[in-house]
């Protein structure tokens, strides 16, 4: 099984940065994808980013495209999310999550961790 687990949220001001982290437990940790979700109160889960097992393909949905930067470090099993001009629309649990090569979706969760944006 595949352990995630996210850390670096918090309560930040608007146009401000943050960068959240998400530690593997597992031994194969180059052969998933990782893509980080979010979930707003009230809406459903969304597909923020996604880096491919080798760390040189990224994918970013189009409401945080030029803003937020996905990387891995398989050396030390960790996955990142780099967050910068955060919006009050950028408020949200966010979860790292992971998917086996050839699989359509993503099996493994972390728990999330909570990242909110004020004015």
């Known amino acids: 099984q595949v352990q995630l687990v996210e850390s670096g949220g918090g309560l930040v001001q608007a146009g401000d940065s943050l960068r959240l982290s998400c530690a593997a437990s597992?031994?194969?940790?180059?052969?998933?994808?990782m893509g980080w979700f979010r979930q707003a109160p009230g809406k459903e889960r969304e597909f923020v980013a996604a880096?491919?097992?080798?760390?040189?393909?990224?994918y970013y949905a189009d409401s945080v495209k030029g803003r937020f930067t996905i990387s891995r470090d398989n050396t030390n099993n960790t996955a990142s999310l780099h967050m910068n001009s955060l919006k009050l629309e950028d408020t949200a649990l966010y979860y790292c999550a992971a998917k086996v090569l050839g699989k359509e979706t993503y099996d493994y969760w972390g728990q999330g961790t909570q990242v909110t944006v004020s004015s």
């Open positions: 597992t031994r194969t940790f180059r052969i998933y994808t």
């Open positions: 880096v491919s097992w080798s760390g040189i393909n990224t």
